[in-house]
């Protein structure tokens, strides 16, 4: 046992050798199976090159991006004692490792895509097989990138500043400084995170919005026609968006929440057998469970029969690993905290005694804060699912409000939207408040922690719904027979609801995430309060409640000038081409995706830079504590208006869909093309940029703002200079000397 | 001059029975002018008892609700020690006089708009004098009230409490008490705001919305047209939601603003010649002033001929009366403030000895917050107007939009009011930063005084609007001449203007006022901090952010559900009552009025609620802190929420209106019934709710909470007790001191 012990954090990176080594077996699964005719694999062929061309010029920018952030972060590391510009070598692995997961999502679901139509040739049971198994090979992929990334640069950090250095003299800021250059990793995530997020969202609404206004309005095709120049962009945009956006975004809060955790349980005095480091390797072995058992889940998601529920099975799986998890996490929690009760170091006085009305807490409590954060997520997805799912009171509430009109639909859709922000809210502050109880603010982090466990899981239920999406629109282009679109369809439904589930999941786990990285910011900036009575401090929270209004009208109407410039060149292509319309001539599909590639990455770059750099402005110029009070409001409205916007769209589109079966309203049945039809179709499309691309941004826009914020902090001037070191010095210390004794029983 | 300082707080009231005086002679000169012909003085007949039946329904429904809330006030005063029964007395009268300014305004509106209809006939230079008398009369009386209201009860509550008291011995609590009995003035006034808004909001919606889908989409008659039913009930509207509404927010502003800098004020530690308490004195010396400079103002508003510019004329009454009252108030400050610095008695130690980093201001950095005051109220306004201007870009860019549909019309609009949060909050930020640095937090609140000095001129400006509005529309209903609407028309093109930048100054002026409540609160309550980097003071952050979401959707969906009632009554009038359209018969006029009436009076109470409870819930269960976490909330999401809602609103109303005289989209030019102007009117309806119910109800909502909060603050427990008492104990004792000596030289 003493041997596990001091070997625990080699093992780490091994969990996520384990999850690539699964992907690989179920990723050489997918590409052996059949791909269909001609027809099909030249369509999948368009839609997989026009991802990659999308991929290559976002890496281009970014790459520039990486350059010049990564020269700066190398040389503000030369600039403070407290730093290291090997932060920049973090950053840029980081930064490669979410583009590199993005990549084999998108990889994936490109070859599942088709793949899944023709599985749906044969049953409802194989197309589910295929089109989950490729979900899957993106949630490990993802998963098993980010554990590696973070378990094997811990281990290096650690080596260089802590372990090696501990047995000859004791260096004051040694764990601090790890995990200070750990950060640049979570910081090279998040920034592509958001990239991806923005541009991936920009790409999917203006192909659909531009694909829609000239195809369907004023051509009079259907969506999904092979005529329509658009089309390939459409589709296209579900991969960029929906996969490669969501897994981006989930790499991100997978590896802020361990790292926000790490860094708050550094500052844990903790008398444990892992060198009083137990609280900070506890994230990442969490989350190691937590991919293992997303394996067996995902196992579990089967189906025999054409009339098997497709979403009875992924729940299935989906609570496996949650409940597999949970129980494991009691039984590690048990082996790995200490027995005593601990508590923060700044809690203690200069005696080391306790200061009085300081939080004490104990592994059961960290446990109980870990439970918290899983009844928050999973509140989460229901609720979420409540307010956007056919049938319920929301959605039936727009649906009426479709009767008088555009206007009157469109208010009942903000309305709810609005409305649907009550429930989510007060579920957090629970959460909030519940998590802290059981374990301060570690506590927060660790619910954070405990409900992205299973992130795996989560992703691959996410990236099935794009795929099912995209094998749905390959079956309609290449006109397969109704029963095979019957299955797809089938999917395509779940997988709409679990694209509304995924999103109350990602906001909350984002909203946790902040909050605990807000912590580790204050505790790494060494500020003792954020005092809102303080004037400077309340601006900060108005400047940074503005930002997600900013950040949201810049990307709508980034999404609206995409689409005009998509119906611009749709509109030439049918003037110029002849034979488009008589299936004569080919389209030039590239040429749309051109359009969206570009104007997507045109237009993420303001919304990307006001992330980056409104903290660093902020912070340096009006110190810590103002930035504490920009993170806070940041963070509430940020959440609001995610919550708000990811809602309203959702609840949009299922309203519309709703006419698809017939709506009664007030005693009369309206279908397709009736007048309130056309009404619900405006909410939808309002709603398309609501839901896919401001709404989700919001999310990886309040970590990125807190992450910034957490990389910048050690270089800030704080009225209480002093304070910092002096703690770190404290805890180093203390695990200096456990590391000492361990190394000597080695 | 000694003579002057002792009597100055019973000079106060004058300046009140001054304005009021001013008023009754103004008018008593519109009601003696021409009323026209039969059929306009039958329509304003109509309008006149329509408003009345609203104001006698809601009042009726308020009264319970003074009745219950002024009997816990009285039992809640007799259970705390630092508190009185009185408070009840105070709360009523508040409420009585905010009902009576209501009434005022409303009756003389429903005067002036027959009589400047007449007054078009002949002149436009009679009409705006006809009209802007009216609204002048409106802000006369609401300014007046406030002021004999709050400067009455104030020399009562020194009596009893402080005066009297002093010169026998000396009670702990003396000013404090005087001030939190005070508050329930404040209360009772900004109460019946509440419902004044929000009720009104919801009715002029109301019969707006339901006026149009059925009269100009279903039966195809003109706006404002006899034969429609509900078109007397969409007049009234204008009167209830515009002028009585408006009127009853900004008496609340106005006392609220008072109120707050009185309590800052009694935290200072000043050596002046007014025993102490000049600090106290000076926000209602300044209002005072403020109203006799407003009347100057008003009084040069006028134009000598046809192609006078009304605008230019209102400007030039607008900027006389806040320059002439920078000027006096300079004076004033000088006078009253002492030559030394003073500070805040938080920040003296127990030896009397300031503590080290706290903040000592002067009389010119007081001076200093109220130019900074003026100087936001100012760019509010220009930034409010550029957002919603005709023929700018924003409104511009919606217009653009508007061609390719419904949906990118709603998408164009929220951008815009999306992105017009930036420069407001940039300057909000700036002005509490700057207001702060001049003067600390009472800066702070004195910047609010500053920019509501002038409000009676504010108020005057805003009324105008809705009165030619009104006076348009009975031109229009009694179908007079061509020229006498052109003039009409004049006028309410200026007075959707100074609509729009009246709503940028009424948040300018909540938002200013929140935060002094906010910091008297804090004072109030003997809290040190409000510390979000508690776990359930970042929670209460969240709920608060949150109220103003579900507090929007309630009143836009209370629109929906009001318009959809009147609906079903017009259609029902239409089918039962043969000949209306042939003009045979008469239209039951009072029945929508009831309509609206019942339907605003029944969904105004839900919001109106939350608005009340919520701080008292918090504040009970959770303690002092977590209530000031709330209020943060509260007021960042609701300033952003309202400054959101009114931009978004008023830019679609001018985009829609530009297609009256025909826009350019991409070289065609479109006018109305174009398709793009279809898309426009969809994005009017949808901007009516948010422009004119919820949007500026976000500013009492955010204006009450922290009243309630302010009132209940004494009786809430905190952990550090005694800090409270002990700080008060201090400045009553250097007042009484003061008193003492004053006292003995009369």
Known sequence: MDLLNNYLIYLIPVFGLVGILVMAIKSAWVTKQETGDASMNELAGYIADGAMAFLRAEWKI????????????????????TSSPVIAISFVIGAFLSAFAGYLGMRIATKSNVRTTQAAKTSLAQALKVSFTGGTVMGLGVAGLAIIGLGSLFIVFYTMYVKNVAGATVNGDD???ALDVLAGFSLGAESIALFARVGGGIYTK???????????????????????????????GDNVGDVAGMGADLFGSYVATMLATMVLGREIVSNDAFGGIAPVLLPMVIAGLGLLFSIVGASLVKIKNETDSVQKALNIGNWASIILTAVATYFLVQWMLPNDSFHMLRDEDANHAIKAGSLVFTKNGVFGSILVGLVVGTLMS???????AMGKRPVMSIIRQSATGHATNIIGGLAVGMESTV????????????SYFFAGLYGVAIAAAGMMATTAMQLAIDAFGPIADNAGGIAEMSRLPEEVRGRTDNLDAVGNTTAATGKGFAIASAALTSLALFAAFVGVAGIEHIDIYKANVLAGLFVGGMIPFIFSALCISAVGRAAMAMVEEVRRQFREIPGIMEYKARPEYEKCVEISTKASIREMVAPGLIALITPIVVGFIFGPEVLGGLLAGVTVSGVLMGIFQSNAGGAWDNAKKSFEKGVEINGEIYYKKSEPHKASVTGDTVGDPFKDTSGPSMNILIKLMSIVSLVIAPHLNTNETGVKTAQRQEKVQSITVHVVQVDKKL
């Open 62 to 81: 970014l790459s520039y991006f990486v350059v010049v952030a990564g020269l700066l972060l190398a040389w503000s590391g030369t600039t403070v004692a």
């Open 206 to 236: 203006a192909a659909d919005v531009g694909a829609d206004l000239v195809g369907k309005v004023e051509a009079g095709i259907p969506e999904d026609d092979v005529r329509n120049p658009a089309t390939i962009a459409d589709n296209v």
């Open 175 to 177: 764990m601090a400084k």
């Open 423 to 434: 429930l989510p809210i007060l579920v957090l502050a629970a959460g909030i408040y519940g």
């Open 382 to 388: 229901i609720i979420t699912e409540y307010y956007t």
